[in-house]
């Protein structure tokens, strides 16, 4: 089975399986559900219409139908008349008169048609051989789809849609007909007649027509078409007519043979008119020819009269025929030539058109008389304008020739006239002999402004030329009063040689003198140079010579005697500056009076004079002998001072190291653990009177230093000891032995007061010692609470102790005995266990101030401890401010 379908090609809207118009009958689920119930005066009005279209097409081929549904059967006529209609060969169709032959011819036809780009839906061959009418009509309702209206394009609009709107356009002239369908816009037969009325007027009398004759209107048309158009009759009056709508598809079938019959006509219509446009166009080009010809001869005549009187050069005397020539050669500019301008223009415009309308219309170029041709015309108007600008440049030339005679002659009279006037009195000027009794800087300025008067000169070395040259173009140009020109020019010339000459003798006695002064100055300026440095020299050398010093050893005051040597050495070259100084003065003087020169009594450099030099000369002379004497004195008392200083330092350096070495003994002796202390008490006493003995060498020394003092000596470089370094030395050696001494006697006391043994001593000095990193007799705090910790007791810090109080609190051997003492003497006999003095109410004084509270974990003595009441500790612990807790 096939269905009908749109035809390839056909755009939305354009082709009749599309939307408006064609739409609503071309769709096949549509068209054809809607065909099954399709009245039966529809069903008649296409089996006739397209049994006509048939025969119209097969009679060209010999045959026709007479059964659509029955002789379309085998298929051969459907084949024939798709080769008659589409003008092409189809496959070879099989001759049998079995059914599958009848089928095969069939689908060879349907394949045909949808070769040509039309989808066959629901339309089978089965259904063509088995005689179905529906199904046979709907294709030969496709095939005129197809071949006689869907190539039909009329303003961009095929198939329908250009069917109708070539029926509305051919008709919208006529009365009472409004085509805007292929239905009920026909049933008048008003829009036939109006069709056929538009393309032969000489058939049918549309004003005979009444709107109300519908029968006779429709068969007036269908006769007149079958007649003389070749349209067979398709349908009948009644038919239409008497049906409410007629059927659309037999109505557009029979509309189109209208449009094809009369496609030719409308063809050869516009060939005619082309004829006759082209027959328009070459009348047009025809008169065109005439026009350029006459043209051409207008303008040549007027170039060949007209180019004698641009030849003509005859020049004329005045400057007022000249200015009439002029005239008359504007007037041809501006009234003559324009019109010929536009003439000339227009001709070429002429030609270039219709030498293009011929080519369009294919017809042989243009080709002018001879002589005539556009080049032609062209090389006349440029000879013309050639000979124009001659002319022109002609009339100008004259113009200014006699222009520039009249203005060449008042400007060499203006010329002269100011020449003149600048040369009076230069002559007097030049002769002057004012630079004889000039200085320098007066000469120098003669110089420059006799130079800016030779610039001057020459600058007006170039109006001289040009009044010159003015002379000598008026000459050229045969000016009628060239004589007295000359004779003026010439005295102007004579004049400006003389100017010259005086010019350059003036130069040349101005530079001769100002050499001379250049001389003399340049001597003054050299003794200038050369005096102020000697000068300067002098007044240091006075100066340094009577210059008070300070020093302060043998070495400074040598180099001062050093320094005057040398100065002493360099006196000899001085002198023999102060000679070249001097001798320069005298050529000044020489040159003076060899060119009879005034000299002058001030050097313009210096204020100093050669007397000013040799009365500074010989005040250096006198002073040089005084500095001699006053450096040797000082040098002897720096000597002095020198075997002072080594005398100090002798004693210095012994005594030093000897103090340094005691107090490093009474320390070791403090916290030694040799012997009892007894034995160290008498070992201190030794010490202590061995340093009284060795105060004498303390007073000596201080004898020594009261002399440096008087001498103002206040450093020694043999010695790093100062007097003051060793009074605190001293002073510190007696502290020392004095503390050390007190603290064994308070050990003694406190021994004896507490029933200590000498070991627990000895063991609270190694422990002491032992932790004294420092070896500087004091603990750290950590030293001590480590110290402590080792010796068997358990440091707490209490819950509100201040770390402030204790910071960098340190502790000596006399101190750390003093609290071991207390603690172990605080133990009550036979106590056991831990007790902590915190909890007894007791606290460690010592121990309190570092923020520590001790538990006893170990006691090392075997013995029992008994208490005692507060104890007395020595004097260094009462100026550590620790007495405070002793009591109570």
């Not at 004003?207 to 398709?234: Q, S, W």
Request: charge should be negative.
């Amino acid at each position: 089975m096939m269905m009908v379908m749109q035809p390839e090609g056909l755009g939305a809207g354009e082709g009749p399986f599309s939307g408006s118009g064609g739409g609503e009958y071309m769709e096949q689920e549509e068209d054809w559900d809607r065909d099954l119930l399709l009245d039966p005066a529809w069903e008649k009005q296409q089996r006739k219409t397209f049994t006509a279209w048939c025969n119209s097409h097969l009679r060209k081929a010999g045959t026709q139908i007479e059964n659509i549904e029955e002789d379309f059967r085998n298929g051969l006529k459907l084949m024939l008349l798709l080769e008659v209609i589409s003008g092409e060969r189809l496959p070879r169709p099989d001759k049998g008169k079995m059914r599958f032959h009848k089928i095969a011819n069939v689908n060879k036809a349907l394949d045909f048609i949808a070769s040509k780009g039309v989808k066959l839906v629901s339309i089978g061959a089965e259904e063509i051989v088995d005689g179905n009418l529906k199904m046979t009509l709907g294709m030969i309702w496709t095939i005129i789809l197809r071949f006689a209206i869907q190539d039909i394009s009329v303003e961009e609009t095929s198939a329908k849609e250009g069917l109708l709107l070539w029926c509305q356009r051919k008709t919208a002239p006529y009365r009472n007909v409004n085509v805007q369908n292929f239905h009920t816009s026909w049933k008048d037969g008003l829009a036939l007649c109006a069709l056929i009325h538009r393309h032969r007027p000489d058939l049918i009398d549309y004003a005979k027509l009444r709107k109300d004759d519908p029968i006779g209107n429709l068969n007036t048309a269908f006769e007149v078409a079958e007649k003389y158009l070749d349209i067979p009759k398709m349908l009948d009056a009644e038919d239409i007519v008497n049906t409410p709508k007629p059927d659309e598809k037999a109505i557009m079938t029979y509309v189109s043979c209208f449009y094809h019959a009369f496609a030719g006509a409308e063809q050869a219509e516009t060939a005619a008119n082309r004829i006759c446009k082209v027959l328009a166009v070459n009348q047009e080009n025809e008169k065109l020819m005439e026009e350029y010809e006459k043209l051409a001869s207008e303008l040549l005549e007027w170039i060949r009269r007209t180019v004698p009187w641009l030849e003509n050069r005859v020049g004329e005397p005045s400057m007022t025929a000249m200015q009439r020539k002029l005239e008359d050669f504007r007037d041809y500019r501006r009234l003559h030539k324009p019109p010929r301008v536009q003439e000339e223009c227009q001709l070429e415009i002429n030609f270039n058109t219709l030498q293009t309308k011929l080519r369009l219309s294919h017809r042989p170029a243009f080709m002018p008389s001879e002589g005539k041709l556009v080049s032609d015309i062209a090389n006349a108007w440029r000879g013309l304008e050639q000979v124009e600008k001659g002319y022109e440049d002609w009339l100008l030339s004259e113009i200014r020739r006699l222009q520039r005679l009249q203005h060449l002659a008042e400007k060499f009279q203006q010329k002269a006239s100011l020449h003149e006037t600048w040369t009076r009195g230069k002559e007097e000027m030049l002769n002057q002999h004012d630079y004889e009794l000039a200085s320098l800087q007066e000469v120098r300025a003669l110089l420059r402004r006799h130079e800016a008067f030779e610039s001057d000169l020459a600058a007006h070395q170039d109006r001289v030329e040009h009044v010159a040259a003015l002379a000598q173009e008026l000459n050229e140009l045969d000016y009628h009063e060239a004589a007295s020109v000359n004779s003026r020019c010439q005295a102007i010339c004579d004049q400006w040689d003389n100017l010259g000459t005086l010019t350059q003798k003036r130069r040349d006695a101005l530079e001769r003198m100002e050499k001379l002064l250049e001389t003399i100055d340049q001597l003054q300026l050299e003794f200038a140079r050369r005096a102020a440095p000697f000068n300067n020299w002098l007044d240091g050398a006075v100066e340094d010579l009577q210059d008070v010093w300070l020093v302060h050893s043998v070495e400074e005051t040598q180099s001062l005697l050093t320094a005057h040597e040398q100065f002493k050495a360099t006196l000899p070259e001085a002198d023999r500056e102060r000679g070249a100084i001097l001798g320069i003065q005298g050529e000044i003087q020489k040159i003076c009076q060899t060119y009879g020169l005034q000299p002058k009594s001030t050097n313009p450099y210096i204020t100093l004079s050669s007397q000013d030099i040799n009365n500074k000369w010989d005040m250096v002379r006198k002073l040089v002998p005084s500095r001699d004497q006053t450096l040797q004195e000082e040098l002897a008392r720096q000597q002095m001072n020198e075997r002072l200083r080594r005398q100090f330092a002798a004693q210095a350096n012994a005594i030093g190291p000897w103090i340094q070495g005691k107090v490093e003994e009474v320390g070791r002796l403090a916290a030694g653990l040799a012997g009892s202390l007894e034995e160290q008490m008498a070992g201190l006493r030794q010490q202590e009177q061995n340093i009284i003995n060795y105060k004498s060498n303390i007073d000596r020394l201080e004898g020594d230093h009261q002399l440096l003092q008087e001498s103002l000596v206040f450093d020694n470089k043999h010695t790093v000891y100062s007097m003051e370094h060793i009074r605190v030395g001293w002073e510190q050696l007696l502290t020392s032995i004095a503390r050390t001494i007190n603290e064994v006697e308070n050990q003694v006391l406190t021994r004896d007061a507490k029933g200590l043994s000498q070991e627990q001593l000895n063991e609270f000095r190694a422990s002491f010692n032992h932790f004294d990193r420092k070896r500087n007799g004091m603990m750290e705090p950590d030293d001590f609470r480590a110290c402590l910790i080792s010796m068997g007791y358990d440091l707490v810090s209490p819950p509100n102790c201040s770390q402030k109080y204790h910071q960098n609190r340190q502790v000596d051997l006399c101190e750390f005995e003093a609290s071991l003492v207390y603690k172990v003497s605080s133990r009550p006999a036979g106590a056991t266990g831990k007790p902590c003095l915190k909890n007894q109410g007791i606290w460690c004084p010592l121990l309190a101030s570092m923020g520590t509270c001790m538990h006893v974990v170990n006691i090392r003595c075997t013995q029992a401890y008994t208490y005692t009441h507060k104890i007395k500790f020595s004097k260094s612990l009462k100026n550590r401010g620790l007495e405070r807790w002793l009591d109570g």
